[in-house]
């Protein structure tokens, strides 16, 4: 008898240790696939502030089919036709403070570039931008007034900064620097995903809220007082 339960007690299956030094991590989200992008021609940009400027400094003709752009105003607002785009990506050399500088409406002086996503109009909005100063940073905002399309209407008001799910530190931005930031937003069940990359790499993830999804529009690039060499690409081409 003592025999059998030395033979059972050794046989039994030993019992979980809830306390274990090496818990199995959990499995960190691939982002899903990028999708083609095809390079954007200046001529397809609904410019509503500011100039797009070749190489020498010459204003770009309406017809101007190379996707290469400079900006030197300080502030550029342009939007990609009107059809809503899922993605869209900026190729951009930093090339320093413009000449002449402007506030935002706020009246705080902002160095940086970005994308507009989902731009039914000034007043409804998703802003990717990278922010060069007062202090680097990437940021993601949402500007939501239902009602309102004009700036008169709404002006500063109606910003939420998004928090992500995940996030890694930008690169340093140099003057004379190349780097591509890239936006893409996945729509499901009604909710909304939004996946910045730098450089090829996933910088920041999370969903998007309700009030971003109210609305829809194309995507755009937006710069404030910083002179840049820009590329857009997007999805979808048509007008």
């Known amino acids: ?36 992008l095809q390079p954007v021609p200046a001529h397809a940009l609904r410019v509503t502030t500011g100039h797009l400027q070749n190489e020498s400094g010459t204003p770009l003709l309406p017809s101007a089919p190379d996707p290469t752009f400079f900006v030197r105003s300080p502030a550029l607002r342009a939007w990609l036709g009107h059809t809503p785009r899922s993605s869209a990506e900026l190729a951009f050399k930093y090339l320093g403070p413009t000449r002449d500088q402007a506030p935002l409406a706020s009246g705080e002086l902002r160095r940086q570039v970005g ?41 500063d008001r109606g910003y939420l900064n998004l928090v992500p799910e995940r996030s890694e530190p930008l690169p340093a931005l140099r003057a004379g620097e190349r780097h591509v930031l890239r936006a893409s937003i996945a729509v499901s069940a009604g909710t909304g995903e939004l996946t910045v990359w730098v450089d090829g790499r996933p910088h920041w993830q999370g969903r998007l809220p309700p ?15 910083a002179e840049l060499e820009l590329q857009l690409r997007s999805t979808e081409l048509a007008p």
């Not at 033979?7 to 989200?29: C, E, I, Q």
């Not at 039914?120 to 100063?133: A, D, K, P, S």
């Not at 905002?141 to 004009?150: E, F, I, T």
Request: glycine fraction near 6%; proline fraction near 15%.
């Open 211 to 225: 009030a971003a999804l109210a609305f829809d529009g194309p995507a755009g690039v937006r710069s404030d007082n």
């Open 115 to 155: 994308l507009e996503l989902r731009a039914q109009n000034g007043c409804n909005l998703l802003y990717v931008m990278w922010r060069i100063e007062p202090v680097q940073a990437l940021l993601v905002s949402l500007k939501s007034n239902p009602g309102q399309q004009l700036h008169r209407e709404c002006g």
């Open 1 to 36: 008898m003592l025999l059998l339960a030395l033979l059972t007690s050794t046989l039994a299956p030993a019992s979980p240790n809830p306390a274990s030094p090496n818990p199995v991590p959990a499995p960190v989200p691939v982002p899903a696939p990028q999708p083609a």
